[in-house]
């Protein structure tokens, strides 16, 4: 299977990306800043705010490594240190991990992963970290009672596995921009858009592709991953 050339993420829409991002955690801790020095007397408000603060101070922080990922992957910056990786085996522990988060926010989790000798070559951490974005998105995107499935299969020279979820979906026009504007759309909260565009790139550099599809607004989506198999990437 050929590699694709995943799409540009251009200067400024990742520039844009950056100020829409980083702006939301800084508008919440100015608030609250600003309602300290209203309740300063009151330990209960401090308390709170502290707490509010921390916790946009580290999904900024978080934001910060994410898009640094991006910069240094659109400039090749990121080595892979490739290896034998049992496709399989790799998922089923991840889907471990998984399914207790699904079940913290109320969402059932299916793995389907019988697919016995699909063998890839690739960097664990990095293919790893890129197949949690999609279930990270596919969860996020999934209200309580809904489900998310993890699906492998073999082919002939890939492998593939496809994310589905239960909830909001994307009609037409969404689906052809979905990687191209990283922060537009239903499925792009607290920055899961920019994830995404990094782990298209990881699996781009692994030979592979990331796809998304949707059958309508009400329908969830499904993210596909396709690697080629041990021995036939080109």
Request: net charge negative; aromatic share 2%.
């Amino acid at each position: 299977m050929s590699a694709p050339t995943p799409p540009e993420l251009t200067p400024d829409a990742l520039l844009g990306a950056l100020a829409h991002e980083l702006r939301g955690p800084l508008n919440v801790c100015s608030m609250w800043l600003e309602l300290l020095e209203l309740n300063a007397e009151r330990p209960d408000e401090v308390r709170k705010a502290a707490q509010v603060m921390r916790r946009n101070i580290a999904h900024q922080a978080k934001l910060i490594r994410e898009l640094d990922d991006v910069a240094r992957l659109l400039g090749g910056g990121i080595e892979l240190e490739p290896t034998t990786v049992d496709l399989a085996a790799l998922l089923r522990g991840a889907c471990d991990r998984w399914r207790a988060t699904a079940a913290e926010r109320g969402v059932g989790f299916v793995d389907d992963l019988d697919a016995p000798g699909t063998l890839v070559e690739a960097d664990e951490e990095r293919l790893l970290q890129a197949l949690g974005y999609c279930v990270d998105n596919a969860l996020a995107a999934t209200p309580a009672g809904g489900r998310v499935t993890v699906r492998l299969r073999r082919g002939d020279d890939h492998a593939e596995c496809a994310i589905t979820d239960t909830g909001e979906g994307l009609d037409p026009a969404e689906v052809d921009r979905f990687f191209t504007a990283p922060l537009q759309g239903p499925r792009r909260q607290k920055g899961l858009g920019l994830r995404l565009v990094i782990a298209r790139h990881i699996v781009g550099r692994h030979g592979g592709d990331l796809t998304i599809a949707s059958a309508g607004a009400a329908h969830g989506c499904t993210l596909t991953v396709r690697l080629p198999l041990r021995g036939q990437h080109r």
